[in-house]
């Protein structure tokens, strides 16, 4: 409630409005008439994705609830939102054959689009089963085929849950689940996945989980298209965050950890750690150039120009931590929990490219008493703001050290400049 009142306080949201009593949303732009959001830019971008035959049409999806999606027409440039979904949101993914088509992962379910977005239809996942922080992926070569990574609590009463997979053969309508780790798992939680192209019956799934003996790393490979898989941990030491697969080798297929990008030529079997530093959250290959490979990590990103040995470190213009990776050639987009970022050379330079999304999570705000045009703003995990005009523009503040989000913002009522915080929770 502190929250919600702080951010409509200063207009920070629009007012929302949903369709329930079906399962069928519409998702039109309704404002009340005398609030606009004014921002700061940016937001948690969880998902972020192209439309295959044009990679200029790009879509993203918020972390929030409800989820937020937007999408952009000329390269990132600028952003409209679509669509305001009755869930958090995770992920996105664009049908290869059809651009009409997109699926936007929620929390027990998963939204459908077959008109870019203007209209929804939500099919949940089965029973007790959930993304949280879960990805979505299509089949490159049969669009009714889609794999989510989640969850499902397969003792209720206990509240114990294990990894899980979970597949679709009907473009979406309904789902399977298939158990992962199970065997004694108090908790267990399949966050990433990866369809091979060349031959989509190979399906990877990382993740971890919880027993007796303690906290697992966890991957596994199915090469009959998700009815059995089997464990490739071995030669892994930390949480798979993000997995590729090459473009053109079934063979190669490259992991993403905390500490090391990890990379193997074998299908899994074996497994080689990267040489120097380099980890990440996200994971992307070039499919022009699969010599090329990037990880996003916390303000940085790590670059490969040969296959995954050997990475650089590029920093310059990111902010926040990365949840998504995207590759066309020479433009690399960053979506992390400040937003979207750009390169345009190959991930040395970055700029922030936010133009159209405002951050929907605002738990602090102050307006200068000598000065009523300046205003501080907290964008929860977006970062500290200040606008001089009243909220027509904003400037990120220096990073600073807190023990968590700002939650309240007190100005000095003589001065402007002077500003205190209190921080936690």
Same mark, same amino acid.
């Given at each position: ?20 009593? &079906? ?89 459908? &689009? ?195 040995f050997n990475w650089i470190e590029h920093k310059k213009g990111l902010y926040g931590t990365c949840n998504r990776l995207l590759v066309n050639s020479s433009k690399v987009y ?92």
């Open positions: 409630m502190r929250k919600l009142i702080a951010a409509l306080a200063v207009g920070f949201v629009s007012l929302l409005f949903f369709a329930m009593g &079906s399962a069928e949303q519409e998702a039109p732009e309704i404002a009340a008439t005398n609030w606009q959001p004014i921002g700061p830019n940016g937001g948690d971008v969880r998902g972020i994705a192209f439309n295959p035959q044009n990679k200029n049409e790009i879509y993203a999806v918020i972390f929030s609830n409800p989820g937020q999606v937007y999408r952009s027409t000329n390269a990132g440039s600028n952003w409209t939102r679509i669509a305001i979904l009755d869930d958090y949101t995770y992920d996105v993914v664009v049908d290869p054959t059809n651009p009409s088509v997109v699926y936007v992962l929620g929390d027990s379910c998963v939204f459908k &689009s077959t008109d870019r977005g203007l209209t929804w239809t939500l099919h949940y996942l089965p029973y007790y089963c959930y993304a949280w922080y879960g990805q979505i992926d299509i089949s490159p070569i049969n669009p009714s085929i889609l794999y989510v990574a989640g969850r499902r609590y397969y003792d209720i009463n206990r509240n114990k849950t294990c990894m899980a997979i979970f597949k679709s053969t009907d473009g979406g309508q309904t789902w399977s689940c298939k158990d992962l780790a199970a065997s004694g798992s108090t908790y267990g939680q399949a966050s990433c996945l990866a369809i091979s192209k060349p031959n989509p019956n190979i399906v990877y799934v990382g993740g971890y989980y919880n027993n007796s003996s303690g906290w697992h790393s966890a991957l596994y490979k199915s090469e009959d298209g998700g009815g059995n898989y089997s464990s490739k941990t071995k030669g892994i030491q930390y949480d798979p965050y993000s997995i590729v697969c090459h473009p053109t080798d079934p063979n190669k297929v490259y992991v993403a950890t905390y500490w090391y990008i990890y990379r193997s030529t074998n299908g899994g079997n074996n497994w080689q750690k990267n040489s120097g530093a380099a980890y990440g959250y996200a994971l992307a290959i070039d499919s022009s150039n699969p010599n090329v490979l990037y990880a996003g990590y916390d303000k940085a990103i790590f670059k490969s120009n040969d296959g995954g960053f979506g992390s929990t400040a937003g979207i970022f750009r390169s345009t050379n190959s991930g040395v330079v970055w700029t922030s490219v936010n133009t159209g999304i405002k951050s929907p999570d605002v738990p602090a705000i102050a307006v200068a008493p000598s000065s009523p045009n300046t205003i501080y703003a907290e964008a929860r995990a977006n970062g500290f703001f200040k606008s001089t005009n009243s909220g027509s523009s904003w400037r990120r503040m220096p990073y600073f050290e807190r023990c968590d989000a700002v939650l309240r913002i007190a100005v000095k009522s003589t001065d402007a400049k002077s500003v205190y915080i209190l921080a936690g929770g």
